[in-house]
C-alpha cells in the first residue's frame, strides 16, 4: 500500500509563511512526479506547483511566492509558503504519479490533505 502523508498546515496571518511537507511510504516503484494542488471551498482541486525530471511547475498565482523542493532519497516534497494571502486559504493536497513496472501506465496517489487558513 502506498501512502502519502501531508503536514504543517495551520492558521497563519497575510503576509506570514508555511511550509508544507509529504511524505510518501509504501511499494513505491519509481516515482514519475510529485507536487501539490489545492481546493478552496466551493472550488474545484487546482495545481500548485509540480516536481519531475525537468524544472518545477508553479501556478501562475503561485509564482515567485512558493517554493516546492523534492527529496528523491527520502519521497518527500516540501512546499515553502511566503507572502500568503486570503485567497490562499485552502486544502492542499499532496499528489505522487508513479510508473506502473512493465507498463506504459501511471499510477496517482492522493494525500487527505492539509488546511491552510490565511486570516487576521
Known amino acids: 500500500q502506498v501512502q502519502l502523508v501531508e503536514s504543517g498546515g495551520g492558521l497563519v496571518q497575510p503576509g506570514g509563511s508555511l511550509r508544507l511537507s509529504c511524505a510518501a511510504s509504501g511499494n513505491i516503484f519509481s516515482i514519475k512526479t510529485m507536487g501539490w494542488y489545492r481546493q478552496a471551498p466551493g472550488k474545484e482541486r487546482e495545481l500548485v506547483a509540480t516536481?519531475?525530471?525537468?524544472?518545477?511547475q508553479y501556478a501562475d498565482f503561485v509564482k515567485g511566492r512558493f517554493t516546492i523542493s523534492r527529496d528523491r532519497a527520502k519521497n518527500t516534497v516540501d512546499l515553502q509558503m511566503n507572502s500568503l494571502k486570503p485567497e490562499d486559504t485552502a486544502v492542499y493536497y499532496c499528489?505522487?504519479?508513479?510508473?506502473?513496472?512493465?507498463?506504459?501506465?501511471?499510477?496517482?496517489?492522493w494525500g487527505k490533505g492539509t488546511l491552510v487558513t490565511v486570516s487576521s
Open positions: 516536481s519531475s525530471d525537468g524544472s518545477p
Open positions: 499528489k505522487m504519479v508513479t510508473h506502473v513496472p512493465g507498463t506504459t501506465y501511471v499510477m496517482d496517489y
